[in-house]
């Protein structure tokens, strides 16, 4: 695709629900990344794959956290038994090469979630 | 562990004049990449500008440019010539070259530029 496709837009979970948020990279690109970005503050790293691999889950704030990208394309992250605090945007980025920070990150419009 | 620090949390400027976004960050690490990006309402994030840290010359993006002072670990955004388009938060970001594969951002709190007529 033309950009990153993140779906859905906007997500209301009751609190104790199973969410599962989708990202599709753009065709080609090796690296992804997740970022959760809470109510007017900075993204925050959740996790990072290249192709299909999980090489950096440091972010992913608890064992309710699971991300994966089977095919090494589409990645889903699922949080299980949401509550309030898990309330925020989470950004999906994708970048052409292993990530070396020498290509640029390409940011989907993000999923906002909230818990109610 | 880095750190990035934004300490304007709003700004605001009229057309056509520049203003300036500050950006301070705290690492121990000599190899690094410095972002400016902006998010508009529509919450995608897009890169300004980058510089890295072994290039003494500061980046320039047609009407955005930084003044980066890597002794002072500084890293600011001018942008020149405002326009009503350039009304978004604005993120100055940091990643560390030397964490092997991941290439992951370390974002500051943001800054949130207005545009006036």
């Known amino acids: 695709g033309a950009g990153v496709s993140q779906s859905p837009r906007y997500k209301v979970a009751k609190r104790g629900q199973d969410v599962a948020l989708r990202c599709d990279p753009i065709?080609?690109?090796?690296?992804l990344f997740w970022y959760q970005q809470a109510l007017g503050q900075g993204p925050e790293f959740l996790t990072y794959?290249?192709?299909?691999?999980?090489?950096?889950k440091s972010g992913l704030p608890s064992d309710r956290f699971f991300a994966e990208r089977p095919e090494g394309s589409v990645s889903t992250l699922k949080i299980q038994r949401t509550q309030q605090e898990d309330s925020a945007v989470y950004l999906c980025?994708?970048?052409?090469?292993?990530?070396?920070?020498?290509?640029?990150?390409?940011f989907g419009q993000g999923t906002r979630l909230t818990v109610v | 562990a880095q750190t990035v620090t934004q300490s304007q949390p709003e700004m605001s400027v009229q057309e056509a004049e520049t203003v300036t976004l500050s950006c301070t960050y705290d690492?121990?690490?000599?190899?690094?990449?410095l972002f400016w990006y902006k998010q508009p309402p529509s919450r995608q994030m897009i890169l300004v500008i980058r510089?890295?840290?072994?290039?003494?010359q500061n980046a320039t993006e047609n009407r955005f440019s930084v003044n980066f002072q890597k002794a002072a670990k500084s890293f600011s955004l001018k942008i020149s010539d405002s326009q009503l388009g350039d009304t978004a938060m604005y993120f100055c970001?940091?990643?560390?070259?030397?964490?092997?594969?991941?290439?992951?951002?370390?974002f500051g709190t943001g800054t949130r530029l207005q545009v006036t007529l």
């Open positions: 980025a994708s970048s052409l090469v292993g990530g070396t920070g020498r290509t640029e990150a390409f």
């Open positions: 065709s080609g690109h090796v690296s």
């Open positions: 794959f290249q192709n299909e691999a999980q090489l950096d």
């Open positions: 690492t121990s690490e000599n190899n690094y990449y």
């Open positions: 510089q890295e840290a072994y290039k003494q």
């Open positions: 970001a940091f990643t560390d070259l030397n964490t092997g594969t991941a290439s992951k951002l370390t």
